[in-house]
């Protein structure tokens, strides 16, 4: 074994080592060793040696099945910049590149909606209007096209920050436990991010549960609060939730798990941190559902699931 190799166990056994796996209840083992090794971009017996190491996997046939959740959060933990989770929070995190006023100037996005079900044969839902005026953009059309949705709607970004101690705490206190590792950033199963005192009872977070949290902090603080849901716009959308406080006559978008993301990629401009904590940034499209309510409902006769995709149409 040559002395690189050895590093990269080190670093997955590392990773391991601090990783919040999937409670027991919540687990689900659907990752054989093949998949979890194209997942986390490792090799398949450095799956089997975490494993070996501790790495929860039931035996089914064809050998051990994984948790997807905790195969994608080791690779989160790693850092190693090869898991597919990586990649796509690199893709999302782009918005953190460039000048400030990049972030704030008038977009136009033409957007794709479906809301495809995950049980074989359910035709899906219809995908849900956003309200991009909840964050000052206009939406200009919501138009069939077929099987999706061709949306078009205008960003409009706006710096601010917070004028109050208590406000800027709800923000600084959720970054500060999220870089100390209180609370453990990573991919959630739905199930247990509905229930977002049992993940953060776990120190288990995901942008919802995050929010949530702080939603509760403000409110025993005095303030009004309420969590805000929608997508990260680009190629691929991403879904996301954030904090809104009220201070004075409005109300500043607080966004730390943006922040502590953006500084894990060496794209990301500093000021970043600053922008999260009031600011809106012109990649955020708002959808007026509660915050522990999926973006589209879907009472499904075959058991499946919906979820809402966004993704930009790119050219005329
Ligand atoms: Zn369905």
């Known amino acids: ?72 959060n080791l690779g989160l933990a790693a850092g190693l910049g090869r898991s597919l989770g990586e990649l796509a929070e690199g893709r999302m995190l782009r918005m953190a590149a460039g000048e400030p006023e990049g972030w704030v100037k008038e977009r136009t996005w033409r957007l794709r909606l479906t809301a495809p079900c995950d049980a074989d044969g359910c035709p899906g839902e219809r995908p849900t209007t956003p309200r991009p005026e909840l964050l000052d953009g206009t939406l200009l059309d919501f138009a069939d096209a077929g099987d999706h949705i061709v949306a078009t709607v205008v960003t409009r970004g706006l710096p601010d920050a917070p004028r109050t101690a208590a406000v800027r705490a709800v923000y600084d206190d959720l970054l500060a436990e999220l870089d100390d590792g209180t609370y453990q950033f990573g991919w959630l199963p739905h199930r247990l991010r509905a229930l977002p005192a049992t993940a953060a009872a776990h120190g288990m977070v995901d942008c919802r549960v995050a929010a949530w949290i702080m939603e509760r902090r403000a409110r025993e603080a005095g303030l009004a609060a309420r969590v805000r849901v929608g997508f990260v716009l680009g190629l691929v959308g991403v879904e996301h939730a954030w904090t809104e406080v009220l201070e004075g006559d409005r109300w500043l978008p607080l966004d730390p798990v943006l922040a502590f993301l953006a500084r894990r990629h060496r794209t990301s401009n500093p000021a970043f941190t600053d922008f999260c904590r009031g600011s809106v940034h012109n990649r955020l499209l708002a959808w007026p559902a509660a915050a522990d309510r999926p973006l589209v409902a879907h009472d499904c006769a075959l058991g499946g699931r919906v979820t809402l995709a966004c993704n930009q149409l790119m050219g005329r």
């Open 1 to 72: 074994m040559t002395s690189h190799t050895s590093a990269a166990a080190d670093t997955w056994l590392g990773a391991l080592d601090r990783l919040r796996r999937v409670p027991g209840p919540y687990f689900r083992a659907t990752l054989d060793v093949t998949e979890a090794a194209k997942q986390l971009g490792a090799s398949v017996e450095t799956v089997y040696a975490l494993i070996g190491a501790g790495l929860p996997a039931e035996e089914g046939r064809g050998g051990p099945r994984l948790d997807y959740h905790d195969v994608a």
